[in-house]
Each structure stands twice: as C-alpha cells, then as structure tokens.
C-alpha cells in the first residue's frame, strides 16, 4: 500500500537535508562537540565546604525550598555574601519580600557573631569587641555591589532591565512565586509561575546567575523530593539545580538536599544552622545517595 504521506527526494534519492526544514540531525550534534572536551560549567565559589559547589554559576537557575521560617532566605543570602567575597567582578540584584536592612542585619549577625535579636534591638551598639568592625567591613567591601530592589516592585520585565542595566551577573528571586511576569495577560498561578520561569530563563541565557527562593507544598514537607515544590512540575522544567532544607526533631543539623541537579546525581550536605546569628556551616558529614 502505498504511504499517504508523499516523501520529497533529495538529489540521491533519499529525502533532502535536514537542516532545509530546520532540523539538526544527531551526527551533526555529535560531530559539532566529538573529540574536543570544551571547558566545564563555570560556577561560582559560594562558600566553604561542600556549599562552595552547589552549581550556582552564569547561565544556571538554582532553586531553594524549605518551610517557613526555616532559613532558606538566610542560606541564599549567605551564598551571595560568600560568592562576592570570592569574586571581586561579581555584581547582584536581590529582590526579596524581607525587608533589606533585616537581610543586611543577618548578615551582619552572622560574620560577627553578634545575635540578629541584639543587632535589632540596639543597633549593634555596645559590642565589647571588634566583631562589628570586621563584619562591617567585610560588608563594606562587598555592598557596593549588591542592589536591593524595591519590594513593591512585583514586575519581573522591569527588574531583568534593571539586571541588564547595572551590569549584574546574580539576581536573586526571594520568593518565586509572588513576583509577576508582568504583560496584560490573565494567568492562573501555574500560568504565571510558567511565566515567570520563563523570563528568568531568559536571563540565565544572557548569562546572569538566578537563585531563587521557592514555596513548598504543605503536604510535601515530611519527604524532601522535587515534587516537594509548590508549582513542581514548572520548577522541575527550568531549574538547572534545586535543593530542599529538611529539619529533624531534636536534631540540631539541617540537611540540605539536591533533588535535582541536571549534570550529576543529587545528593545531601548535613549543615549546623546557627538560629541566632543565622549562620549555616558545613559539618563535613555530606553524603552522595
């Protein structure tokens, strides 16, 4: 029976090239990267320990989760802090719905020791020592390259211009699913989700390196998985790298777990978490599954 699908020929008799319609062929995908092994996924030094490779680097976006209140905010902002430390050239944006002194004063709490509750209350006034003068000149060293955006300011097109604008290689997203991909078009949640997504992808691939702070599920908390994201399905999609932090009762480490990562298998970092001082530090008992 003849096909009903009429095959055009190409000039030896099989069909023409495929990149006439587009397309590129397996072969010349192998051919183009087959025998030269090219330079590896550049990333960023966001700490100390294992929490200097988590894959945050240009062209990657990187997701954090964990319930309220339990330092996901605090964690993304201490790898920021670090990464400018380690990179001089690094420049950022964060927009985060925290206000930016508390953001600024936790991470003064942490290089100092001082407890965020005291640096609050008193204004860091009255330390016996030279804590704060380190820690303020750590920061300083670094705060000239970090911007806060404006909370009110929901509009992701309005912000990637802003990223563009000041030059920045880091945009920090705090938390996802309450910023807006802006236009006039009516989305549900999933939809704007998707959208936004999609915008920071946009940026990932100009070469900024997005980090996000992401809501969970409220019923995924117990089981740290992908799926333990709100909008999993669209944050599994477009996140180069995600992470969980899980807390376990009486235990006083948080675990922080790779549920995706798209070069390499997952795997967990055991932290000690400061509450006070908002300091995460690797205890050296990571294990890969």
Known sequence: MASATAVTRGPAGGPPPAAEFGFTTMADEIASWAGRAGPPRETFNTGDGRLKELGVGPGSITVFGAPPGKGKTALVMQLLVDALRNHPDLRAVVWSERPRRELTQRQVARLSGVPHDALRKHEGRGDPGDRLAGAHATLGRVGDRVDFAARAEHDL?????????????????????????????????????????????????????????????????????????????????????????????????????RVKHRDSAGGRIVLDFNGPTARFTDTGRGVRP
């Open 157 to 257: 097109p309005r912000l990637a211009k802003g990223v563009r604008g000041r030059g920045a290689r880091v945009m920090v997203v705090d938390y996802l699913q309450i910023l807006s991909p802006g236009g006039a078009a009516a989305l549900d949640q999933r939809g704007r989700v998707e959208a936004v997504l999609d915008g920071l992808r946009d940026l990932a691939d100009e070469g900024v390196a997005v980090v996000a702070v992401a809501a969970l599920a409220k019923a995924a908390w117990a089981r740290p998985t992908l799926a333990s994201f709100r909008d999993s399905a669209e944050i599994g999609q477009a996140a180069d790298d995600a992470y969980l932090i899980e807390y376990r009762d009486g235990e006083p480490t948080a675990t922080l777990h």
